[in-house]
């Protein structure tokens, strides 16, 4: 991800600081980056087949009420040490995603019924390895 708008570079280095901060800091710094460019982000334009009116940078106000609608929940593993979770999906898209991937590509020819059963099968017996 390469974002061209300044906007979206300010936004990208909060968002890249998360595991390294607390939530009343990443809240206060996302606070901050919405005020400076609130203008920018309510800036609309009419559509010439539409005649609607559309905002102008749907995906950028899109990440950030992504980020602030879910913010209780970016924090959960650090509000739960005591849980062990880790702060990414490495380990899952690596250590679980990727062989349940393989065997799905395996199959190609199930219906999306037996797959999505494969998967389960798969879920709920991987923990028992």
Avoid: C
Avoid at 7 to 14: C, G, T, W
Avoid at 43 to 48: G, H, I, P, Q, W
Avoid at 53 to 79: E, G, Q, V
Avoid at 96 to 114: A, D, E, P, T
Wanted: aromatic letters at 14%; a positive charge; glycine letters at 2%.
């Amino acid at each position: 991800m390469r974002p061209k708008l300044e906007a979206s570079k300010d936004l990208k280095k909060i968002v890249a600081r998360l595991t390294q901060t607390t939530e009343k800091n990443f809240a206060k710094k996302l606070d901050e980056w919405y005020a400076f460019y609130k203008d920018f982000l309510e800036e609309k334009f009419v559509s010439s087949t539409t005649e609607k009116l559309y905002y102008t940078h749907p995906k950028i106000r899109a990440t950030y009420r992504s980020l602030r609608t879910n913010l209780p929940y970016l924090f959960t593993y650090k509000k739960y040490k005591y849980l062990s979770i880790p702060n990414t999906t490495n380990a899952l898209e690596g250590g679980v995603f990727s062989h349940m991937k393989n065997m799905i590509s395996l199959h190609r020819g199930l219906s999306k019924s037996l797959k999505l059963k494969l998967v389960d099968y798969y879920l709920v017996n991987h923990k028992k390895k």
